[in-house]
């Protein structure tokens, strides 16, 4: 109805799955959508993605041991399969590694890339996915328990940025201060050339 609300739970559709994707269409208007993510470190609450994609950008992410969990989470909502590239980059360089190349995301499925398993004990690590074959919805899910080298606790599922631009804005940063713990701006170049920010 106007100006009502609908809330749905995942895991009543699809039980004992650890990650699951929702594709929500509306006919006759038009909505927005919003999604909450709740574990034993917190909660997080965003609007959802609007547009599948064949190209991704995951700005950060942190596998600093210990405390520090990372997935890439590639949501394909279409019937067929969906094949993706995923390259990392961060204070350990450039990394590919064989099983980030041709991985295949099923029609109407999620496929969660572990990145903590993969490439551990980075402080930030970025991601770009290159959709060879369809397109998907990236996101990335970072869980920490507070035991890591800066003490932060928290949940924080981030969607992912379906395309790079020339002026980005960045509300809402907070400075470090009294009570303040700081704030970091990561700027990721998914391109080959050298650029100046």
Do not use: K
């Amino acid at each position: 109805d106007p100006g009502g609300r609908l809330e749905v739970s995942p895991g009543q559709f699809v039980p004992g799955a650890t990650f699951a994707g929702v594709t929500v269409e509306v006919r006759g208007g038009a909505a927005v959508v919003g999604q909450t993510t709740s574990g034993p470190d917190g909660v997080d609450r965003r609007p959802c993605t609007t547009r599948a994609a064949d190209a991704w950008v995951v700005p950060w992410s942190t596998t600093a041991r210990p405390g520090n969990r990372a997935w890439v989470l590639l949501h394909n909502p279409f019937r067929a399969a969906a094949v993706a590239d995923l390259r990392f980059v961060g204070d350990i360089g450039r990394r590919e590694t064989l099983d980030s190349q041709g991985v295949v995301v099923p029609g109407r499925s999620v496929v969660a890339y572990d990145v903590t398993e993969r490439i551990a004990d980075s402080s930030v690590v970025s991601a770009t996915v290159d959709v060879r074959v369809g397109r998907v919805v990236v996101a990335r899910l970072q869980a920490s328990d507070g035991s890591g080298p800066m003490a932060t606790r928290g949940l924080d599922l981030a969607p992912g940025v379906p395309e790079s631009a020339t002026r980005a804005f960045v509300p809402g940063v907070a400075a470090d201060g009294e009570g303040a713990r700081g704030s970091t701006v990561v700027v990721v170049n998914a391109g080959t050339e050298v650029v100046e920010a």
